[in-house]
């Protein structure tokens, strides 16, 4: 009786969650659909129809010129990610396999760089970028989001490499395989599922940036969606709330597909990076 019980508590709890997770995304798709009239008077709860949906997500799109910034972002989140699981991996290998000297000490000062706010690096940041030319540049921004996704990756293929016997790396040594070899032959290829979950976490963080977008870049070709996103609810956008929220949506699917489609990974990911 009281493990029925206690499965019954789990599932409303669980229901009550999902509810309030879908809570925010029933109340933009919502008013998204709103056209300006209807904004301004029913309730934000009140569906009315999609209606005004098309409408607001055509005027979104180009009013805020998202095809740029959703290429310039397409760019980003798959190139830095890209780059920083096989920096991260390399990491992982050399403080677990080859046993580094004072290798949780190079690991502490590679994961050290995340106990800093993102807001107190801004302003150095910037100035470092404008002198280097790396200011409002597509290098510049695939450089600043690889760097700040290695710290994680690093900690995950650590944690993941650590799981595998050190036998496999010395009988790999014994038939001759250089070390070269065998991270990419041996260590690489047994860390997929891991790298695809670091792969889509880093990727989907990269998509939702908006403070560094707005702080090192500045035209339309090189800034981040999400920063292009936030133009048009500025003073110069002047779009309306249900155009914005349409905006919102049209940025909000890629990476749920990207989810939708590589969820089995990412799950695999999970349980094999323990983290």
């Known amino acids: 009786?009281?493990?029925?019980?206690?499965?019954?508590?789990?599932?409303?709890?669980?229901?009550?969650?999902?509810?309030?997770?879908?809570?925010?995304?029933?109340?933009?798709?919502?008013?998204?659909?709103?056209?300006?009239?209807?904004?301004?008077?029913?309730?934000?709860?009140?569906?009315?129809?999609?209606?005004?949906?098309?409408?607001?997500?055509?005027?979104?799109?180009?009013?805020?010129?998202?095809?740029?910034?959703?290429?310039?972002?397409?760019?980003?989140?798959?190139?830095?990610?890209?780059?920083?699981?096989?920096?991260?991996?390399?990491?992982?290998?050399?403080?677990v396999a080859l046993r580094l000297r004072h290798g949780f000490a190079w690991f502490v000062v590679i994961f050290a760089s995340t106990v800093f706010p993102m807001q107190m690096l801004l302003m150095p940041l910037f100035l470092g970028y404008v002198e280097t030319g790396l200011y409002d540049t597509r290098t510049g921004m695939i450089l600043v989001y690889t760097v700040i996704s290695?710290?994680?990756?690093?900690?995950?293929?650590?944690?993941?490499?650590?799981?595998?016997?050190?036998?496999?790396?010395?009988?790999?040594?014994?038939?001759?395989?250089?070390?070269?070899?065998?991270?990419?032959?041996?260590?690489?290829?047994?860390?997929?599922?891991?790298?695809?979950?670091?792969?889509?976490?880093?990727?989907?963080?990269?998509?939702?940036?908006?403070?560094?977008?707005?702080?090192l870049t500045q035209s339309a070709e090189t800034r981040p969606v999400m920063t292009a996103l936030s133009a048009l609810q500025s003073t110069y956008g002047g779009s309306t709330m249900p155009t914005v929220l349409a905006g919102g949506l049209i940025v909000s699917v890629p990476t749920v597909v990207l989810f939708l489609l590589a969820q089995r990974a990412f799950t695999r990911g999970l349980a094999l990076g323990q983290y």
């Not at 599932?11 to 029933?26: D, R």
């Not at 919502?30 to 934000?44: F, M, W």
């Not at 805020?64 to 959703?70: E, I, K, V």
């Not at 860390?191 to 939702?208: E, H, K, M, R, S």
């Open 150 to 215: 290695v710290p994680f990756a690093a900690f995950v293929m650590r944690n993941f490499f650590a799981g595998v016997a050190h036998q496999v790396f010395e009988a790999a040594v014994m038939d001759g395989a250089s070390t070269w070899r065998i991270f990419w032959r041996i260590y690489l290829p047994m860390a997929g599922p891991a790298l695809v979950a670091i792969f889509i976490l880093q990727a989907t963080l990269i998509w939702n940036d908006l403070l560094l977008g707005l702080t």
């Open 1 to 95: 009786m009281g493990a029925v019980t206690a499965d019954r508590l789990r599932k409303t709890v669980l229901v009550v969650l999902g509810l309030a997770w879908l809570a925010p995304v029933y109340l933009m798709i919502v008013n998204a659909a709103k056209t300006n009239d209807q904004y301004g008077v029913l309730s934000v709860w009140s569906p009315a129809g999609l209606g005004g949906l098309w409408e607001n997500a055509v005027a979104a799109w180009t009013r805020g010129d998202l095809s740029a910034g959703m290429a310039s972002t397409g760019l980003y989140a798959v190139a830095a990610p890209a780059i920083a699981v096989v920096v991260g991996a390399a990491a992982g290998f050399a403080i």
